[in-house]
């Protein structure tokens, strides 16, 4: 849906202008997405990865792109502001979105005590997904899709939602990883390169990460609990 969206209609330059005016953060002679764009504020698989290897891959993966839409496009300044390796996840449920509001991270002891039941009574083992592909969406955000083996994250997902509604805004329509956000507007013919570019670093993900725990804006819950 997020390439088809793309490819039918173009970048949204207003997104990309918004990432580049509000949403970055420079440092270490990179730049990187503030938090308020990637944190989640709700339950999310990952952050980190708990998979050091496939969080060392993407980051290569994101620098390298980086590096040739830089090449490609001739831009005199960062192309893409990275998601901290470290920050990498696959968000479940969120209470607020950078897009849509402002962003409040926060869970009460109540929610957290709903989320930890949710989690024991839906979730019994690991959830597996296969990372694979590289997509830029209409917005500009590069992401990497998962597809799960598990059929439980679905009913755990169903499950969160009816027990803590506050963290139900705006849910992700696929289970992906974002990488980082696009910080130039390309025209149409470099646009089709880096959808050529998209194809050959795209080629190179193609991983099973398994996930033991997810985690909370405070803690994380081990799956298969009491």
């Known amino acids: 849906m997020f390439l088809a969206r793309a490819s039918r209609r ?13 949403l970055c953060d420079p440092r270490d002679g990179r730049v990187y997405l503030h938090p308020k764009a990637f944190r989640p504020t709700g339950l999310a698989l990952g952050n980190p990865l708990g998979d050091t290897r496939i969080e060392r891959h993407l980051w290569r993966i994101a620098k390298l792109l980086s590096k040739q839409i830089q090449n490609l496009t001739c831009h005199p300044k960062p192309v893409i502001a990275f998601v901290p390796p470290a920050a990498y996840h696959i968000t479940l449920v969120n209470r607020t979105h950078f897009e849509s509001s402002r962003v409040v991270e926060n869970m009460s002891r109540a929610e957290v005590s709903r989320a930890q039941e949710v989690t024991h009574d839906t979730v019994r083992e690991p959830l597996e997904f296969h990372l694979n592909g590289l997509i830029l969406t209409r917005e500009g955000r590069f992401i990497v899709p998962g597809y799960s083996r598990n059929a439980a994250v679905f009913e755990f997902r169903k499950g969160l939602v009816a027990a803590i509604p506050e963290l139900a805004v705006e849910l992700p329509i696929t289970t992906h990883i974002k990488i980082g956000h696009l910080l130039v507007i390309p025209n149409s013919d470099e646009r089709r390169r880096i959808n050529e570019l998209l194809a050959v670093c795209g080629q190179r993900i193609n991983d099973r990460i398994v996930f033991r725990d997810v985690s909370t804006p405070w803690n994380r819950i081990v799956f298969g609990g009491p």
Request: glycine share 16%; aromatic share 0%; charged share 30%.
């Open 10 to 22: 173009g970048l949204d330059a207003g997104e990309i202008e918004h990432s580049i005016s509000e």
